[in-house]
């Protein structure tokens, strides 16, 4: 059940947007397993000034910050983080275009339905 957000300039992925965000998605199927009618993603665009990002990146250099139960193995990162890269290649994004980040939360600090997600059966596993 993770949120998922996507940061990047504006302008280069013009009508390919939707298509952006469904890689991503199936790279959270593939890398961590989720579900794939569990879906949380948002892209945010920032205009070129907005924006500074390493030198040895491209002017597609994106963000992918991802807030997900506590849980997952190194295995399934490393699967995650493979998976992006592998499935936004498809955008001209290098590996070193794409970085990130995981924001990982205990259930009991996540609410869903008015309820801690500690006490919701989620129907899929946290610790693949």
């Not at 009508?15 to 790279?27: H, S």
Request: proline content about 5%; some cysteine; overall charge neutral.
């Amino acid at each position: 059940m993770p949120s998922t957000r996507i940061e990047t300039r504006s302008g280069w992925l013009g009508a390919r947007r939707g298509e952006f965000i469904e890689a991503v998605q199936a790279a959270l199927v593939e890398g961590i397993l989720i579900p794939a009618q569990d879906r949380c993603v948002r892209l945010h665009e920032f205009e070129l000034d907005a924006v500074i990002s390493p030198a040895t990146s491209s002017e597609r250099y994106t963000v992918i910050e991802i807030s997900l139960f506590t849980g997952r193995s190194i295995e399934a990162k490393r699967r995650l983080y493979a998976a992006m890269v592998t499935r936004l290649a498809a955008f001209g994004l290098e590996p070193h275009d794409i970085k990130v980040i995981l924001h990982e939360v205990p259930r009991e600090n996540w609410g869903l339905r008015g309820k801690p997600a500690s006490e919701i059966e989620l129907g899929f596993k946290v610790d693949v």
